[in-house]
DNA sequence: AGGTTTCACTAAAACGATTAACGAAACTTT
DNA sequence: AAAGTTTCGTTAATCGTTTTAGTGAAACCT
């Protein structure tokens, strides 16, 4: 590979001399400079970031821990876009993007934390992971500049989801359909999978109905089975529902599944209302009646929030970010009366 | 961060010493190796990945060229299921993977090939691009040892689904359904693309059925609307093909849209086929009828045929893995007569 | 006692860049 | 014309490692 040195002898001037003149530094004379630069192309010259990254401090690799336990991480087509939208942004300004391995049972691996040293990432963003994971605490906490993804910690900005919107939304169209029997799967304990609940509630409330105990279960995040599972509980209270929310669109389509082996019919049976708004459901009929995320912007806010973290750490606050998605009437809610 | 340097004047031994006794030299004292490995710990030492490269040539880190310009890299449910596995097996080889960056029109972006010398890849993966695109083709001749997937090369390993026995699977299985007019909706032109057309022929040639022309059409992979189009084409024909292939799943959705939007029905109406066997459908009524390719396979090959040609280049072979996958029968096939 | 091995460690160069400090012309000032 | 300023480069240190060659002391042999 070709370095400053050999450009430097081909062009009789010092190693200092090209590095300044491909940096554009004002202190060298205009037609040197385009010698050099000139004679850097003819050779192929492409800089070393190892060596760059260690005089400067500045790596401009972002890590990504972006991988739950199910290993799930890319196959989420929710996380892969806002990952596809995030990795978009940070490569306009000059930042790519590494994995923090997540393998935990690797010979020879060590915490996050020190992977993230190792490769000396400049910010790192976390999303779709066990938050209460110590080694992901300690990241959280250590110097690095981090950005999370739908996870509330103190002191680290965050870009997350309107739920309680999204909820309330879901809940006012579903209300306005007529339902009132209303049954909600909901996924396993986070300080998401609150909100949702509560908000759930609490619109519920406003408009005049409780939700009885046998129709708040619930079951894992995009676990169809496990949702396929619960729906068949549900079908088979003495008061069934009429509407049935879900963690997410994929345990909704194991959801419809129970319905439709009940020999029941959605909508004309049981409504189905998902969340997140996968982009394969807009194929699929029927079309899923769900709130749709923007993980488009979601990523782009997570880019910048982070970039200003590490480049301007001065005048940049911690923050929440609240990105607002939008109702998805699809085919799997019954107007009722 | 604490550098050898640190730890070598807090043991009052040399730098060198220290380095040789965390990589475990053989001319180091026992005691003193272990003194030495205690204060690492405790002082919380982390290599720098940076300065290590340097010396030796080597990053540890791998270019991954993931992305088509309809920028459905990650959300492509069946390449994020084989990167996935490719992350998962070269982490366990102590790699870790880094995206090269594809957007074409950020200012001051360079080339892939200086993209991975600026990064000094070990070695690069390559799937779901333009092939012939001269920056990929450039890449590709370089010196960096590289895998691609589902596209041949000459002097390139190439990992690939088994096209043929895919493309022959389904066909034996629809012909063994009574189907005769077999309508075959294929994906843009590439060394895939021809040899499932080549395959599809001969197959039912085999079988004593020709295929007119008017059944063989053209529509981008993954591109639900475009099969959707296309197949209201083929409903409108005098002879309407019992059965439809689709370039993969995803188109697939998009036919049987077009098909109940006729107010025909799958699959009394209208047979479907897909191609990938992505795993949502697994989830989603009715199950589509498809050849499922073996992801983690194609990953878990990539990775150690990549790490071969990296760590073992004298010894290692260029060749071409295929792997076989299976058929997914769903309930999209009607059995005729 | 002198010579040879072995052992345990050090010195120093090198990887490829950046940058503070310095220096020699050349050009302005007054 | 002496002094001050620009202009354009160079020198040398440095980042954190690895590795080759070398060193001195102890241990072994004869």
Redo the contacts between chains.
């Keep these: 590979?070709v370095s400053l040195k050999d450009i430097a002898s081909q062009c009789n001037v010092s190693v200092a001399t090209v590095s300044k003149a491909l940096n554009d530094h004002s202190d060298i004379g205009a037609e040197t400079k385009a010698r050099i630069r000139r004679t850097a192309r003819e050779m192929g010259y492409?800089?070393?970031?190892?060596?760059k990254?260690?005089k400067t401090n500045r790596?401009h690799?972002l890590g990504v821990l972006f991988m739950d336990d199910a290993?799930s991480?890319?196959?989420h087509?929710f996380f892969?876009?806002v990952?596809?939208s995030f990795?978009?942004e940070v490569?306009?300004e000059?930042y790519?993007?590494?994995?923090i391995?997540?393998?935990r049972n690797?010979p020879?691996?060590?915490s996050y934390l020190?992977h993230a040293?190792?490769?000396?990432f400049d910010g790192i963003i976390i999303a779709n992971v066990h938050f209460d994971d110590p080694e992901v605490v300690e990241l959280v906490k250590s110097d690095i500049p981090v950005v999370t993804i739908d996870h509330i910690y103190n002191d680290t900005t965050t870009i997350l989801s309107d739920n309680v919107d999204g909820i309330n939304k879901l809940v006012d169209f579903v209300v306005e359909n007529g339902h009132k029997k209303i049954a909600y799967i909901h996924g396993a304990d986070s300080s998401v999978t609150r909100t949702r609940i509560i908000t759930f509630n609490k619109r519920l409330e406003e408009h005049g109905i409780t939700v009885p105990d046998e129709y708040m279960r619930e079951s894992p995040y995009r676990d169809?089975h496990g949702a396929y599972e619960t729906t068949l509980e549900l079908l088979d209270l003495p008061e069934r529902p009429t509407c049935i929310f879900y963690p997410d669109d994929?345990a909704a389509?194991?959801g419809?599944?129970a319905v439709?082996e009940k020999g029941l019919k959605v909508p004309d049976d049981v409504s189905v209302v998902g969340f997140d708004g996968?982009?394969?459901a807009r194929?699929?009929?029927p079309r899923l009646t769900t709130y749709r995320q923007d993980a488009d912007e979601l990523g782009l806010q997570a880019a910048k929030n982070l970039i200003d973290l590490i480049e301007r750490p001065k005048t940049t606050l911690v923050k929440q970010v609240v990105v607002k998605g939008r109702l998805l009437e699809g085919d799997t809610l019954k107007k009722l009366n």
């Excluded at 492409?46 to 060596?51: D, E, F, G, S, T």
């Excluded at 790519?96 to 994995?99: C, G, H, V």
């Design positions: 590979m492409v800089p070393n970031a190892a060596a990254s260690m790596t690799n290993n991480g890319l196959q087509d892969a876009s990952l596809e990795k978009k490569e306009r000059g790519d993007i590494t994995f391995s997540n393998d690797t020879g691996r060590t020190n040293r190792y490769r000396r169809t994929y389509y194991g419809m599944r439709m996968i982009k394969v194929h699929i009929r």
